[in-house]
Protein backbone atom coordinates (compact mmCIF):
# COMPACT_ATOMS: atom_id res chain seq x y z
CA UNK A 1 0.00 0.00 0.00
CA UNK A 2 2.90 2.26 1.16
CA UNK A 3 4.76 1.33 -2.53
CA UNK A 4 1.65 2.21 -4.72
CA UNK A 5 1.48 5.80 -2.45
CA UNK A 6 5.00 6.33 -3.20
CA UNK A 7 4.99 5.75 -6.31
CA UNK A 8 1.78 7.99 -6.87
CA UNK A 9 3.84 11.08 -5.34
CA UNK A 10 7.24 11.55 -7.41
CA UNK A 11 4.97 12.67 -10.60
CA UNK A 12 4.05 15.45 -8.16
CA UNK A 13 6.72 16.24 -6.89
CA UNK A 14 8.42 16.67 -10.03
CA UNK A 15 5.94 19.07 -10.98
CA UNK A 16 6.42 21.12 -7.80
CA UNK A 17 9.85 21.41 -8.75
CA UNK A 18 9.36 22.16 -12.27
CA UNK A 19 6.73 25.17 -11.48
CA UNK A 20 9.43 26.23 -9.10
CA UNK A 21 12.69 26.22 -11.38
CA UNK A 22 10.42 28.37 -13.88
CA UNK A 23 9.42 30.68 -11.51
CA UNK A 24 12.72 31.19 -10.45
CA UNK A 25 13.85 31.57 -14.26
CA UNK A 26 10.76 34.02 -15.06
CA UNK A 27 11.88 36.14 -12.14
CA UNK A 28 15.29 36.55 -13.26
CA UNK A 29 14.32 37.59 -16.68
CA UNK A 30 12.24 40.24 -15.31
CA UNK A 31 15.07 41.46 -13.24
CA UNK A 32 17.53 41.71 -16.11
CA UNK A 33 14.64 43.55 -18.47
CA UNK A 34 14.24 45.96 -15.43
CA UNK A 35 18.10 46.89 -14.63
CA UNK A 36 19.16 47.06 -18.48
CA UNK A 37 20.28 49.99 -19.61
CA UNK A 38 17.94 52.60 -22.06
CA UNK A 39 18.89 52.21 -25.84
CA UNK A 40 21.38 54.50 -26.82
CA UNK A 41 19.87 57.45 -28.53
CA UNK A 42 22.08 59.89 -30.85
CA UNK A 43 19.63 63.28 -30.41
CA UNK A 44 20.08 62.89 -26.58
CA UNK A 45 23.97 62.68 -27.01
CA UNK A 46 23.66 66.01 -28.70
CA UNK A 47 21.67 67.62 -26.38
CA UNK A 48 23.60 66.47 -23.05
CA UNK A 49 26.93 68.20 -24.52
CA UNK A 50 25.41 71.26 -24.63
CA UNK A 51 23.88 71.40 -20.62
CA UNK A 52 26.27 72.87 -18.51
CA UNK A 53 28.41 70.66 -16.57
CA UNK A 54 28.59 71.44 -12.83
CA UNK A 55 31.75 72.71 -11.12
CA UNK A 56 31.95 70.54 -8.00
CA UNK A 57 34.59 72.21 -6.72
CA UNK A 58 32.42 75.67 -6.29
CA UNK A 59 34.69 77.68 -4.40
CA UNK A 60 37.49 75.91 -4.40
CA UNK A 61 38.91 76.50 -7.58
CA UNK A 62 42.33 77.55 -8.00
CA UNK A 63 43.15 79.74 -10.77
CA UNK A 64 46.16 79.69 -13.29
CA UNK A 65 48.71 81.23 -11.56
CA UNK A 66 50.75 83.57 -13.49
CA UNK A 67 54.30 85.49 -12.68
CA UNK A 68 54.45 89.14 -11.81
CA UNK A 69 56.56 90.85 -13.63
CA UNK A 70 59.81 92.29 -11.82
CA UNK A 71 59.61 95.24 -9.14
CA UNK A 72 60.23 97.99 -10.60
CA UNK A 73 62.85 100.22 -7.94
CA UNK A 74 64.38 103.05 -10.47
CA UNK A 75 66.17 105.97 -9.26
CA UNK A 76 63.34 108.81 -9.22
CA UNK A 77 61.86 111.36 -7.41
CA UNK A 78 60.52 109.34 -4.52
CA UNK A 79 57.88 111.67 -3.90
CA UNK A 80 56.48 111.89 -7.64
CA UNK A 81 53.59 110.09 -8.71
CA UNK A 82 54.24 106.76 -10.35
CA UNK A 83 51.45 104.71 -12.65
CA UNK A 84 50.48 101.83 -10.80
CA UNK A 85 52.35 98.19 -12.19
CA UNK A 86 50.03 95.62 -13.09
CA UNK A 87 49.97 93.52 -10.00
CA UNK A 88 47.04 91.31 -8.75
CA UNK A 89 46.84 90.34 -5.15
CA UNK A 90 47.67 86.92 -4.34
CA UNK A 91 45.07 84.62 -5.79
CA UNK A 92 43.02 87.04 -7.48
CA UNK A 93 42.71 85.86 -10.71
CA UNK A 94 41.57 88.36 -13.62
CA UNK A 95 41.30 88.04 -17.37
CA UNK A 96 44.24 88.03 -20.05
CA UNK A 97 44.21 92.14 -20.96
CA UNK A 98 42.78 92.48 -24.37
CA UNK A 99 45.54 92.99 -26.92
CA UNK A 100 47.29 96.31 -26.81
CA UNK A 101 46.36 98.56 -29.93
CA UNK A 102 49.03 99.47 -31.96
CA UNK A 103 51.33 102.21 -31.31
CA UNK A 104 52.27 105.39 -33.55
CA UNK A 105 55.63 105.49 -34.40
CA UNK A 106 57.46 108.65 -33.09
CA UNK A 107 58.11 111.06 -36.08
CA UNK A 108 59.67 113.99 -37.06
CA UNK A 109 56.48 116.05 -36.66
CA UNK A 110 56.16 114.69 -32.73
CA UNK A 111 59.34 116.06 -31.92
CA UNK A 112 59.82 120.30 -31.46
CA UNK A 113 59.48 121.49 -34.92
CA UNK A 114 62.74 123.22 -36.82
CA UNK A 115 66.12 122.74 -36.05
CA UNK A 116 67.51 124.16 -32.52
CA UNK A 117 69.71 126.83 -33.64
CA UNK A 118 73.36 126.32 -32.55
CA UNK A 119 74.72 123.18 -31.22
CA UNK A 120 72.44 121.03 -29.21
CA UNK A 121 73.71 118.12 -26.73
CA UNK A 122 71.76 115.17 -25.23
CA UNK A 123 73.32 113.05 -22.90
CA UNK A 124 71.19 109.86 -21.97
CA UNK A 125 71.94 107.94 -19.04
CA UNK A 126 70.38 104.57 -18.38
CA UNK A 127 70.46 103.71 -14.59
CA UNK A 128 69.92 100.00 -12.99
CA UNK A 129 72.38 98.14 -15.18
CA UNK A 130 74.07 95.12 -13.20
CA UNK A 131 70.07 93.74 -12.72
CA UNK A 132 69.61 91.90 -15.47
CA UNK A 133 71.61 91.06 -18.71
CA UNK A 134 69.18 90.11 -20.93
CA UNK A 135 67.18 93.36 -20.57
CA UNK A 136 70.92 95.59 -21.30
CA UNK A 137 70.54 93.80 -25.25
CA UNK A 138 68.09 96.46 -26.55
CA UNK A 139 70.33 99.74 -25.48
CA UNK A 140 73.69 98.36 -26.14
CA UNK A 141 72.64 97.94 -30.05
CA UNK A 142 71.78 102.14 -29.92
CA UNK A 143 73.81 104.07 -32.62
CA UNK A 144 74.57 106.95 -30.12
CA UNK A 145 77.08 106.57 -27.47
CA UNK A 146 75.00 106.31 -23.94
CA UNK A 147 76.23 106.28 -20.79
CA UNK A 148 75.01 102.80 -18.60
CA UNK A 149 74.70 103.75 -14.93
CA UNK A 150 76.19 99.94 -13.43
CA UNK A 151 74.71 99.06 -10.00
CA UNK A 152 77.65 97.46 -7.73
CA UNK A 153 78.83 94.30 -6.23
CA UNK A 154 76.08 92.04 -7.91
CA UNK A 155 76.04 89.00 -9.45
CA UNK A 156 75.96 90.81 -12.91
CA UNK A 157 77.63 94.18 -12.21
CA UNK A 158 81.17 93.15 -13.34
CA UNK A 159 79.97 91.58 -16.79
CA UNK A 160 77.59 94.26 -16.92
CA UNK A 161 80.14 96.90 -17.40
CA UNK A 162 81.83 95.24 -19.94
CA UNK A 163 79.38 94.39 -22.17
CA UNK A 164 78.96 98.13 -21.86
CA UNK A 165 82.08 99.27 -22.69
CA UNK A 166 82.78 96.35 -25.59
CA UNK A 167 79.66 98.51 -27.67
CA UNK A 168 81.18 101.73 -27.00
CA UNK A 169 79.23 103.31 -24.66
CA UNK A 170 80.35 104.85 -21.24
CA UNK A 171 80.24 103.35 -17.70
CA UNK A 172 80.10 104.94 -14.47
CA UNK A 173 78.93 103.51 -11.25
CA UNK A 174 75.12 103.50 -9.88
CA UNK A 175 75.72 104.49 -6.41
CA UNK A 176 73.51 103.18 -3.88
CA UNK A 177 72.34 105.81 -1.31
CA UNK A 178 69.71 105.83 1.90
CA UNK A 179 66.74 106.87 1.09
CA UNK A 180 63.84 108.79 2.82
CA UNK A 181 60.76 106.14 2.36
CA UNK A 182 63.50 103.19 4.25
CA UNK A 183 63.70 101.39 1.09
CA UNK A 184 66.90 99.10 0.75
CA UNK A 185 68.88 100.38 -2.24
CA UNK A 186 70.84 97.29 -2.28
CA UNK A 187 74.66 96.27 -2.02
CA UNK A 188 77.21 98.46 -1.26
CA UNK A 189 74.76 101.57 -0.37
CA UNK A 190 75.99 105.01 1.21
CA UNK A 191 74.39 105.52 4.88
CA UNK A 192 74.63 108.12 7.43
CA UNK A 193 75.49 105.33 10.13
CA UNK A 194 78.70 104.78 8.20
CA UNK A 195 81.86 106.91 9.95
CA UNK A 196 83.99 108.57 6.84
CA UNK A 197 86.38 106.02 7.08
CA UNK A 198 83.56 103.28 6.23
CA UNK A 199 82.35 105.46 3.53
CA UNK A 200 85.77 105.53 1.22
CA UNK A 201 86.10 102.18 1.87
CA UNK A 202 82.72 101.31 0.56
CA UNK A 203 83.56 103.50 -2.49
CA UNK A 204 86.86 102.05 -3.33
CA UNK A 205 84.43 98.39 -2.89
CA UNK A 206 81.99 99.50 -5.28
CA UNK A 207 83.89 100.90 -8.06
CA UNK A 208 86.30 97.71 -8.00
CA UNK A 209 83.17 95.90 -8.83
CA UNK A 210 82.69 97.91 -11.73
CA UNK A 211 85.68 97.84 -14.80
CA UNK A 212 86.19 101.37 -16.26
CA UNK A 213 83.57 103.55 -14.47
CA UNK A 214 84.70 107.31 -15.05
CA UNK A 215 82.13 108.89 -12.68
CA UNK A 216 78.89 107.67 -10.69
CA UNK A 217 75.82 109.06 -10.01
CA UNK A 218 73.26 108.09 -6.91
CA UNK A 219 70.99 104.94 -7.04
CA UNK A 220 67.57 106.09 -4.90
CA UNK A 221 69.70 108.74 -2.21
CA UNK A 222 66.97 111.25 -1.37
CA UNK A 223 68.22 111.09 2.44
CA UNK A 224 72.06 110.69 1.45
CA UNK A 225 72.22 113.19 -0.98
CA UNK A 226 70.64 115.70 1.49
CA UNK A 227 72.95 114.84 4.09
CA UNK A 228 76.31 117.50 4.66
CA UNK A 229 78.39 114.46 5.96
CA UNK A 230 77.74 112.05 3.35
CA UNK A 231 78.35 114.34 0.18
CA UNK A 232 81.58 116.15 2.31
CA UNK A 233 82.65 112.88 2.23
CA UNK A 234 81.55 111.58 -0.83
CA UNK A 235 82.51 114.10 -3.23
CA UNK A 236 86.43 114.50 -1.38
CA UNK A 237 86.76 110.60 -2.42
CA UNK A 238 85.76 111.84 -6.23
CA UNK A 239 88.18 114.35 -5.83
CA UNK A 240 90.92 112.45 -5.06
CA UNK A 241 90.33 109.94 -7.58
CA UNK A 242 89.60 112.01 -10.75
CA UNK A 243 85.85 111.02 -10.57
CA UNK A 244 82.62 112.93 -11.83
CA UNK A 245 79.72 113.10 -10.31
CA UNK A 246 75.87 112.95 -12.02
CA UNK A 247 73.35 114.34 -9.16
CA UNK A 248 69.91 112.23 -10.52
CA UNK A 249 67.55 114.74 -8.28
CA UNK A 250 65.79 112.52 -6.24
CA UNK A 251 65.13 115.03 -4.05
CA UNK A 252 64.93 119.13 -3.69
CA UNK A 253 67.18 119.07 -0.93
CA UNK A 254 69.97 117.80 -2.35
CA UNK A 255 73.39 119.56 -1.65
CA UNK A 256 75.45 117.17 -4.19
CA UNK A 257 76.15 120.56 -5.79
CA UNK A 258 77.36 122.55 -3.13
CA UNK A 259 79.99 120.16 -2.35
CA UNK A 260 81.07 119.05 -5.69
CA UNK A 261 81.92 122.72 -5.95
CA UNK A 262 83.83 122.86 -2.60
CA UNK A 263 85.96 119.81 -4.03
CA UNK A 264 85.97 120.71 -7.59
CA UNK A 265 84.46 117.68 -8.98
CA UNK A 266 82.90 117.91 -12.36
CA UNK A 267 79.18 118.18 -11.57
CA UNK A 268 75.81 117.47 -13.47
CA UNK A 269 72.08 117.54 -13.05
CA UNK A 270 69.64 115.42 -14.26
CA UNK A 271 66.89 117.44 -16.38
CA UNK A 272 64.62 114.87 -17.21
CA UNK A 273 63.26 111.28 -16.17
CA UNK A 274 62.26 109.51 -19.31
CA UNK A 275 59.87 106.75 -17.37
CA UNK A 276 58.07 108.22 -14.52
CA UNK A 277 55.25 106.39 -16.56
CA UNK A 278 56.13 103.48 -18.14
CA UNK A 279 53.16 104.32 -21.11
CA UNK A 280 54.86 104.64 -24.16
CA UNK A 281 52.79 107.50 -24.98
CA UNK A 282 54.21 109.04 -21.57
CA UNK A 283 57.55 108.12 -22.56
CA UNK A 284 57.42 110.30 -25.64
CA UNK A 285 56.05 112.90 -23.90
CA UNK A 286 58.87 113.23 -21.73
CA UNK A 287 61.48 112.52 -24.56
CA UNK A 288 59.52 116.02 -26.48
CA UNK A 289 60.23 117.64 -23.18
CA UNK A 290 63.70 116.48 -22.23
CA UNK A 291 64.22 117.72 -26.18
CA UNK A 292 62.96 121.37 -25.44
CA UNK A 293 65.32 121.64 -22.48
CA UNK A 294 68.17 121.28 -24.45
CA UNK A 295 66.69 123.68 -27.09
CA UNK A 296 66.36 126.23 -24.61
CA UNK A 297 70.06 125.69 -22.63
CA UNK A 298 72.11 124.02 -24.84
CA UNK A 299 71.98 120.24 -23.47
CA UNK A 300 70.31 118.14 -21.57
CA UNK A 301 70.82 114.64 -19.19
CA UNK A 302 68.29 112.51 -19.63
CA UNK A 303 67.81 109.23 -17.50
CA UNK A 304 65.86 105.93 -18.19
CA UNK A 305 66.06 102.71 -16.57
CA UNK A 306 67.48 99.83 -17.92
CA UNK A 307 64.26 97.41 -17.24
CA UNK A 308 61.92 99.73 -18.74
CA UNK A 309 62.55 98.30 -22.48
CA UNK A 310 59.60 100.99 -23.66
CA UNK A 311 62.05 103.52 -23.35
CA UNK A 312 64.91 101.84 -25.54
CA UNK A 313 62.25 100.77 -28.40
CA UNK A 314 61.41 105.23 -28.10
CA UNK A 315 65.23 106.19 -28.35
CA UNK A 316 65.77 103.24 -31.32
CA UNK A 317 62.64 104.60 -33.35
CA UNK A 318 62.93 108.84 -32.80
CA UNK A 319 67.24 108.58 -33.01
CA UNK A 320 66.91 109.07 -37.17
CA UNK A 321 64.94 112.47 -36.65
CA UNK A 322 67.22 113.74 -33.74
CA UNK A 323 70.03 113.10 -36.23
CA UNK A 324 67.87 115.18 -38.98
CA UNK A 325 67.25 117.61 -36.62
CA UNK A 326 70.95 118.15 -36.04
CA UNK A 327 70.73 116.90 -32.10
CA UNK A 328 74.17 115.63 -30.86
CA UNK A 329 73.76 112.28 -28.74
CA UNK A 330 76.99 112.23 -26.37
CA UNK A 331 77.98 110.74 -23.59
CA UNK A 332 77.37 112.42 -20.10
CA UNK A 333 80.84 113.22 -19.48
CA UNK A 334 81.41 115.47 -22.56
CA UNK A 335 78.26 117.76 -21.02
CA UNK A 336 80.41 118.33 -17.92
CA UNK A 337 82.49 121.69 -17.44
CA UNK A 338 85.95 119.66 -16.33
CA UNK A 339 87.96 122.18 -14.18
CA UNK A 340 91.62 121.50 -15.57
CA UNK A 341 93.35 122.41 -12.12
CA UNK A 342 91.18 118.89 -11.24
CA UNK A 343 90.89 116.65 -14.16
CA UNK A 344 91.32 116.03 -17.23
CA UNK A 345 89.14 114.58 -20.15
CA UNK A 346 90.77 112.48 -22.34
CA UNK A 347 89.74 110.93 -25.23
CA UNK A 348 92.02 108.28 -26.24
CA UNK A 349 91.32 105.96 -28.59
CA UNK A 350 93.96 103.35 -27.42
CA UNK A 351 92.78 103.04 -23.80
CA UNK A 352 89.53 103.40 -23.77
CA UNK A 353 87.74 100.95 -26.69
CA UNK A 354 85.49 102.35 -29.13
CA UNK A 355 84.46 106.11 -28.14
CA UNK A 356 85.31 105.72 -24.60
CA UNK A 357 86.23 108.38 -22.31
CA UNK A 358 89.25 108.39 -19.66
CA UNK A 359 89.47 110.76 -16.70
CA UNK A 360 93.03 111.29 -15.76
CA UNK A 361 95.29 113.68 -13.17
CA UNK A 362 96.98 116.99 -15.03
Keep these: ?151 PQLRHSATAAEMVRAHGHEVILHLPMTAISGKNPGPGTISGALSETEIRMLLDNNFASISGAVGTNNHMGSAGTADDRIMDTVMAYLADTGKFFVDSRTTSRSVASVYASKHGVPFMARDVFLDHDRDPAAIRSALRQGLAVAREQGYAVLIGHSSVREVAKALLEVYPHLQAQGYEVVPVSELIPFDGAAVRLSRSPGTTGMGGTELATP
Aim: a negative charge; zero cysteines.
Design 1 to 151: MSAQRNAALVPQARLVVALVTMIVVLTGILVGLALRPPAYDKRLDSAETERPRPNFLGRLSIPRMEMDPPPYSGTIPENAPQAPLAHESPGVHRPPDPAPAAEPTPAAEQLPAGKPVGEVRLAIVIDDAGNNLQELKPYLEFPGPLTFAVL
